[in-house]
């Protein structure tokens, strides 16, 4: 996937390229809803996406399983006729810590995460010195900590050289009008201190991958990549992911990155978007206010 210097065009509504894909990768915080409502119009678009044969795979950073998340898209308002499947990072979480059958973890992350270890075989531990490695899935209260509260432990993990996966590779989403940081945010602060992280969601391959499958899956034939369109709302996670993984990708503007297209000052503008990709090397192919 090229990385033009052209500055990608403002769309108002992807229904003129719906027959250019098969299929959709769509993100979910910050496209579908912006963690207190959904957004209507992209619940709407998604589904006459649908109703003219489109197959949309929600690709998620929820460091969750994708059984539980119908349930939290219903509790936002997002309609069941926007999407054929869901593929989390939480999903992709659990497989790797099945591959480390009972060895003890350490759990950084709230209890409503406990899904991504039950029933499986590994034994939870309290303390880092008697772990093998560790689980992170976000912080242990996300509305009133910071990366920064986690020194101390990330220190003693890295002093035992632990691998810690990273549930959610998402540094910070949007919850109503503030911004709170998630289990990337702890990853980097870890790797910082000399630790090893792997991450289970995008922009890593092994996310796509899976969506890739669940697609092909739903439309009963293999799928080319170029009949692929992802959309997201963060350049490090859904921009940078998609086109390593060779697909091209719709920024939704109004996510994590409102502040930086001056959105709570005017709608989106050329020169705002100029402004924001001066700095980019990589190009989604269009930008948009919201998903419509």
Known sequence: MSHSSVM?????????????????FCDIWGVLHNGREA????????????????????????????AFVPELLQHWGVKPTAWDAIVTSGDVTRRLIEGRGDAPYLHIGPARDKSLVEGLSG???DQVQDAA?????????????????????LAQATARQLEMICANPDLIVERGTSMIYCAGAIAKA??????????????HAPIYHEARQVAEELCVHPIDLSNILAIGDAFMTDVAGALAFGV???LIARGIHSEDFGL???????QAVAKVMQDRSERPLAVMDVLA
Do not use: M
Request: proline share 10%; hydrophobic share 35%; with cysteine.
């Open 133 to 153: 490695y560790v689980i992170c899935s976000g912080l242990y209260n996300d509305e009133t900590e910071t990366p920064e509260d986690y020194h101390a432990l």
């Open 8 to 24: 990608p065009p403002i769309w108002t509504t992807i229904e003129p390229v719906f027959s250019r894909y098969q299929v959709i």
């Open 39 to 66: 957004w209507p119009l992209a619940s709407a678009i998604l589904t006459r996406f649908r109703a003219q044969g489109g197959k949309v795979v929600l690709v998620s950073n929820a460091p969750r399983l994708g």
């Open 264 to 270: 709570h000052q005017g709608p989106l503008s050329p």
């Open 190 to 203: 870890y790797e910082d201190l000399g630790g090893t992280a792997l991450y289970a969601g995008k922009p």
């Open 123 to 125: 034994r939870k531990v």
């Open 248 to 250: 091209e990708c719709v």
